[in-house]
């Protein structure tokens, strides 16, 4: 079974602080992806990466950045958090295989709340 | 232009019977991909099922099955004797293979509560 796991399921912050998210996934996938999630809009991509060391935005990447160093690790980078960075975070993994039959699998996610 | 629409907030169904959440899609690729993942309390998405858009059949796994029209651009998730523990949101979500790189697109969800 894939397992994509993420290093908080809660976090508090302050604002202005610099925010870490760490994903880890266990199944060699080359893809990774950063998720934001509100009520009433879905998923919302923020950035993924197809290799370590690559990173393309997604739809909302501003405020945010990613490292990805190792191909198991995907880290989402808040540089200076703002409240409206309050939300559900994301992260998945899949295959490269370049097709539409590729499956994301998901972590549990982490719930970020900022003061 | 919003790829994925569910047009469903939210629902209620009675444990044993069948509901159908509804998803229609926009796109202009002749080849693309549906998906329909479950999110629990718990907060996790789970996949529950995929159909191609070349796919001559509508995809089943177990109790999930898709509802897929490609004429009319929609790919419902029909869930057949609906068990309380499938009580949660549902997302439709679609790839693009020309267009979207490896980029997954969400509809808001729909929040499906089975009832004793």
């Known amino acids: 079974d894939v397992k994509v796991t993420q290093s908080s399921r809660y976090l508090v912050k302050r604002t202005g602080e610099k925010v870490f998210l760490e994903c880890v996934q266990d199944?060699?996938?080359?893809?990774m992806f950063w998720y934001r999630q509100d009520p009433g809009l879905g998923l919302r991509l923020i950035y993924f990466s197809y290799d370590v060391k690559m990173k393309e935005k997604g739809d909302i990447p501003e405020g945010y950045s990613v490292s990805r160093e190792k191909k198991e690790r995907f880290s989402l980078i808040l540089e200076s958090a703002s409240t409206n960075q309050t939300s559900m975070y994301l992260c998945?993994?899949?295959?490269?295989?370049?097709?539409?039959?590729?499956?994301?699998?998901f972590g549990p996610g982490t719930r970020l709340t900022v003061l | 232009a919003q790829k994925i629409t569910q047009t469903q907030p939210g629902m209620f169904v009675q444990e044993k019977e069948a509901v159908t959440l509804d998803c229609t899609y926009d796109t202009s690729d002749p080849s693309y991909g549906l998906f329909w993942y479950k999110q629990p309390s718990s907060g996790e998405m789970i996949f529950l099922i995929y159909?191609?858009?070349?796919?001559?059949q509508n995809a089943t796994e177990g109790r999930y099955s898709l509802n897929f029209q490609k004429a009319r651009k929609s790919a419902n998730l029909v869930i057949s004797a609906s068990q309380l523990g499938d009580s949660a949101m549902y997302f439709c979500a679609m790839r693009e293979d020309l267009s979207n790189d490896y980029k997954l697109s969400f509809g808001a969800g729909t929040t499906v509560t089975v009832r004793a």
């Open positions: 159909q191609g858009s070349y796919d001559q």
């Open positions: 998945a993994s899949s295959i490269l295989a370049g097709t539409s039959t590729d499956t994301q699998y």
């Open positions: 199944m060699d996938h080359e893809n």
